[in-house]
């Protein structure tokens, strides 16, 4: 076996922190702590692509950063994951979950990512 394949084998695969937020129901969102350059910018673009509704525009850039962000969703001590998955429970979400989800995911942003306008 030659040095490359070796030095192969032991690389670690590279993750990002994970950020762990709980609800007064004690509901549980686990986010990631790092975009690609090529997210960011996607985000912007949806962000601001809709003119003639604000709102239209707002509720797909969230529902991007969800996508992208979420690792871990705990509802009601039932554990979601995979980004199919959690899409799926972020569209049947309560009110009270998606007004949970969208301050965490401004809080979030603020701290992590400070040059994108939070949704």
């Given at each position: 076996?030659?040095?490359r394949?070796?030095?192969r084998g ?11 937020y ?13 975009l690609?350059a ?21 509720q797909?850039?969230?529902e991007?950063?969800?996508e992208?962000l979420?690792?871990?969703?705990v509802?009601?001590?039932?554990p ?8 799926m429970r ?30």
């Open positions: 076996m030659g040095k394949s070796r030095a032991r690389a670690e695969k590279l993750t990002a922190p994970e950020s762990e709980t609800s007064p129901a004690g509901d549980v969102l686990v986010l990631r702590g790092s690609t090529k997210t960011r910018r996607q985000y912007g673009d949806v962000l601001h692509g809709n003119v003639l509704s604000q709102e239209d525009a707002w797909r850039a969230a991007l950063l969800f992208r979420v690792v871990r969703w509802v009601s001590e039932v979601t994951e995979g980004q199919r998955e959690l899409l972020y569209r049947v979400a309560t009110p009270q979950e998606r007004r949970f989800v969208r301050d965490t995911l401004r809080e979030h942003v603020a701290e992590h990512f400070p040059e994108l306008e939070a949704p």
